[in-house]
Each structure stands twice: as C-alpha cells, then as structure tokens.
C-alpha cells in the first residue's frame, strides 16, 4: 500500500514539474509583464523591453528614470500584439536592481526589473610593483655564476662523500 502511495505521489510530481518546464515564457500569457533583455547589464549597453499590454498595434512610453536613463518610446514590432522599445544603461548608474516601468496608450501598464552589474577588471593590471626597470645583465650573470658554483659544489661533495664510504 505503501510503495503505491509513494510511486502515485512522485508521479503526480514529475507531471507536475514537466508541465512547469513547458510553460511558455511569462510575458506571452501576462500582459502586465515587462520582459526586460537582457535583464542583467553593465553601464553602456543597450537594454531592450517588450509587452503585451499596450494590445496590438499600441504604443507606449517606458520610464527608466529610477536608472536615470530617462523615458523612451514603445511601438509595435514584428510579433503579433507586442511592443517593444529600446534605452540605454548610463554609465552613472550604480549597481543594484532597477524597475522599469511602461504606461500604454491603452492605460494598461507593465513592470519589470533590471538588474545593473559592473564590469570587474580583466587582463593586466597596473600595481607599481615589478617590471619598471629592464633586466640588468650583470646581475642575471652574478645569478648565474652563483648557480653554477652551488652546482659544482654540490657535485664536488657527493663524489668526496661516496668516494669516502668506500674507502671505511
């Protein structure tokens, strides 16, 4: 009775996440979404929005003035009943999460968020330490030269030591 229970209980489960997996994305069914792409972005890059809400062949203004980008202009585009519009990130926004925000002709409104990251440094990077004066040969022979001797040395002492088992 047991094992039936159990095998009912995680079958009704994997139908349901199989049909959570298929859902469509969120903004085609929702009308008050505002799908935001991409919805992490670095200052200076240009951000698009798109909804249903403004219906078809609608229009609308975007408010991304919470980022300080300003408002911006929504209109319909190639896909049936959507609008879509563009704004940039200004390169003072701060990092942190953002809600732009469209009012339509049609006096329906979207939201939705924006998140503004800052881009971490890559490559070389300058400390002050290190490379800011060429290679001095006299010293790189010096180097050597001490290297060698150690080398020799090292050598000359084994041989004594291994000459002088023998001998005892």
């Known amino acids: 009775m047991r094992t039936t229970a159990r095998l009912l209980t995680g079958t009704a489960l994997t139908v349901a996440a199989i049909g959570a997996l298929g859902a469509p994305a969120a903004?085609?069914?929702?009308?008050g979404t505002l799908e935001v792409y991409p919805s992490s972005a670095t200052p200076g890059t240009t951000v698009t929005v798109n909804t249903l809400a403004c219906g078809k062949h609608g229009h609308g203004v975007g408010d991304?003035?919470?980022l300080g980008a300003g408002d911006f202009q929504l209109n319909p585009s190639t896909h049936k009943e959507v609008v879509v519009g563009q704004f940039t990130v200004p390169h003072h926004a701060k990092a942190g999460t953002y809600w732009i925000s469209v009012a339509c002709d049609n006096g329906k409104t979207a939201r939705?968020?924006?998140?503004v990251k800052h881009k971490t440094p890559s490559g070389h990077v300058?400390?002050?330490v290190g490379g800011s004066v060429g290679?001095?040969?006299?010293?790189?022979?010096?180097?050597?030269?001490?290297?060698?001797?150690a080398a020799v040395g090292g050598t000359w002492l084994l041989r004594r030591r291994a000459s002088g088992a023998q001998d005892g």
């Open 27 to 31: 903004y085609a069914g929702d009308s």
């Open 64 to 66: 991304a003035q919470s």
């Open 112 to 115: 939705g968020e924006l998140e």
């Open 126 to 128: 300058s400390t002050g």
């Open 135 to 149: 290679p001095d040969t006299t010293q790189i022979a010096a180097g050597a030269a001490v290297l060698a001797a």
